[in-house]
């Protein structure tokens, strides 16, 4: 079965600096992975996927990520955050031809201060 | 588009009672995905159901069952509330049942049991 940890359950960093979530998988089988946030008091929206093909992925709100197999890590980063940026990420894997849906790491809470 | 949408949005019931919570996917989506936040154990998995059918199920005890209508609208039912089935209950939306579908996710019903 596989699992999803992330590495850092807090982050706080002033505001413009870079940023980077970390996230690693374990999975004996072929993987997608997804990034999602969540607001307070609200549910989850996407960020980014990784299906297939490049391993650096760009989504929404300037954020981005790269897959890097070798190391089942797919890191998320933005190189410089806003205040508005403040919520709770999670990084979340499913199986290739699997029949369960999102697994999902622990979250990271980032919080971004002025 | 309307998003998905969980409905009541906050209930509160006492151990040895039952709930309903209820789900609306996106217009056109027709599998539905339920998931359990918890602080402890974080998202996890419960049950998808795809054309009135539960397609997979996660590992959660027989107190735990849903269903779909012909609208793909879906509730799950919990009976027999214990304390630890306090949580935020979310439900998810995609198109198929497809992996690489987006799930797109409901605000969730905050379920407190006193």
């Known amino acids: 079965a596989q699992s999803v940890t992330q590495l850092d359950s807090q982050v706080p960093v002033f505001e413009e600096a870079p940023v980077e979530l970390r996230c690693n998988y374990s999975?004996?089988?072929?993987?997608?992975l997804f990034w999602y946030v969540q607001y307070p008091n609200q549910g989850l929206q996407l960020l980014l996927k990784?299906?297939?093909?490049?391993?650096l992925v760009k989504g929404i709100n300037g954020f981005e990520a790269e897959f890097n197999k070798s190391q089942t890590s797919f890191h998320l980063r933005k190189p410089s955050v806003h205040i508005s940026d403040t919520a709770e990420y999670f990084c979340?894997?499913?199986?290739?031809?699997?029949?369960?849906?999102?697994?999902f790491g622990k979250g990271t809470k980032l919080t971004v201060n002025p | 588009k309307a998003g998905v949408t969980q409905t009541p949005r906050y209930l509160i019931k006492t151990r040895g009672q039952q709930v309903t919570l209820s789900c609306s996917p996106i217009s056109g989506h027709r599998s539905v995905s339920w998931y359990q936040q918890t602080p402890g154990q974080g998202l996890q998995f419960l049950f998808e159901y795809f054309s009135e059918t539960q397609r997979n199920k996660g590992n959660f005890p027989g107190r735990f069952s849903g269903r779909q209508f012909s609208n793909s609208r879906s509730e799950m039912n919990v009976s027999t509330l214990e304390l630890g089935d306090s949580a935020l209950y979310l439900c998810a939306s995609s198109a198929s049942l497809a992996s690489t579908d987006t799930q797109y996710f409901g605000p969730g019903t905050r379920l407190t049991v006193l």
């Open positions: 990784y299906l297939s093909g490049s391993t």
């Open positions: 999975s004996s089988v072929s993987v997608y």
């Open positions: 979340a894997v499913i199986t290739q031809g699997g029949s369960e849906k999102l697994v």
